[in-house]
């Protein structure tokens, strides 16, 4: 049975990921032997795990991880914000990869002498960070260079795509209320996160420039204020949310006096992928390119 991946859960976790990250070091790389039994605690790191190679490592993930589909079938340890320690134990896990936010997990299982591997997604650098030490941890480091590879190319293609061109204001917004005719409270990309820095390598500018706070709430007035020019509403796949996307577009619509909605420039994406900052966050980069930069032609390579 497939696990759900509620909006409101998403935020939660972006939020917690967000917040600090000023005060997060570098994942540090143990020096012990080569782990055979991984166990995953967000979604981002499993996706991570998987792309690398590594499924037959894998022994348990969170509730959350339905990433790829054969994840369904291992065992779950509960979810993101409160593992199950005793079903991580009886698992037996030689490394447990979770985010460096986790704090308290880390300890506790530091004290129940379990290795522990935290790393950061809160940028596209901490991405590609975390791919990289998870190779280094796992002996998988050609794998993990071959990702990157492919991540770095298709930056490279998008930056030269883009180059010289008009900076749109594009503000992402990734959760808001939808059980009236006007929208309420609305969780937009600030400037310390990953959805900040694919605006800045897809070719446009992030209509929120305020340094604080690190996950921005606007009200509808604000968002007139901010006066966008190109909107993305973010949201997981169909089957992971329980909102009317018709009456989100009509939400949008009321905002009649914001550019975006007078230049019908307001984008809904309906993609699991969209939300979690792991390798396949690079898919949507390419997707906000297109979106931001209707004007090229992306169908001929730029490199």
């Not at 509730?63 to 079938?73: G, H, I, R, T």
């Not at 997604?121 to 590879?149: C, F, M, P, R």
Request: charged content about 15%.
């Amino acid at each position: 049975m497939r696990r759900f991946w509620p909006l409101f859960l998403f935020l939660i976790i972006f939020v917690v990921a967000v917040i600090g990250i000023n005060s997060q070091s570098s994942p540090e790389i143990s020096s012990s032997k080569t782990p055979q039994r991984i166990i995953s605690l967000s979604p981002s790191i499993t996706e991570t795990v998987f792309a690398l190679g590594l499924s037959d490592k894998v022994v348990g993930v969170t509730d959350y991880c339905d990433y790829p589909p054969e994840v369904n079938l291992l065992p779950k340890v509960g979810g993101f914000i409160n593992p199950n320690l005793e079903t991580i134990i009886s698992l037996q896990p030689d490394l447990v990869i979770m985010l460096a936010n986790q704090q308290r997990v880390v300890e506790q299982l530091k004290q129940l002498n379990v290795q522990t591997l935290p790393v950061l997604n809160s940028s596209l650098e901490d991405i590609k960070q975390t791919i990289k030490v998870i190779g280094q941890q796992t002996q998988h480091q050609q794998q993990a260079d071959e990702l990157l590879n492919k991540i770095n190319q298709k930056i490279a293609f998008i930056a030269k795509k883009t180059k010289g061109l008009a900076r749109p204001r594009v503000m992402i917004t990734m959760g808001h209320s939808i059980d009236s005719q006007h929208m309420k409270q609305i969780f937009i990309a600030g400037q310390h996160d990953f959805y900040n820095d694919l605006i800045n390598l897809a070719g446009g500018e992030n209509a929120y420039q305020a340094q604080q706070p690190n996950v921005p709430s606007l009200s509808v007035e604000g968002i007139m204020q901010l006066n966008p020019q190109v909107i993305i509403d973010i949201y997981p796949e169909a089957e992971d949310h329980n909102s009317d996307l018709v009456q989100v577009m009509h939400q949008w619509n009321n905002l009649k006096y914001v550019d975006a909605i007078q230049n019908k420039r307001i984008h809904l994406i309906e993609e699991n992928y969209a939300t979690i900052p792991g390798p396949r966050i690079f898919l949507l980069l390419e997707q906000l390119a297109r979106l931001i930069h209707p004007e090229v032609d992306w169908e001929t390579s730029a490199l």
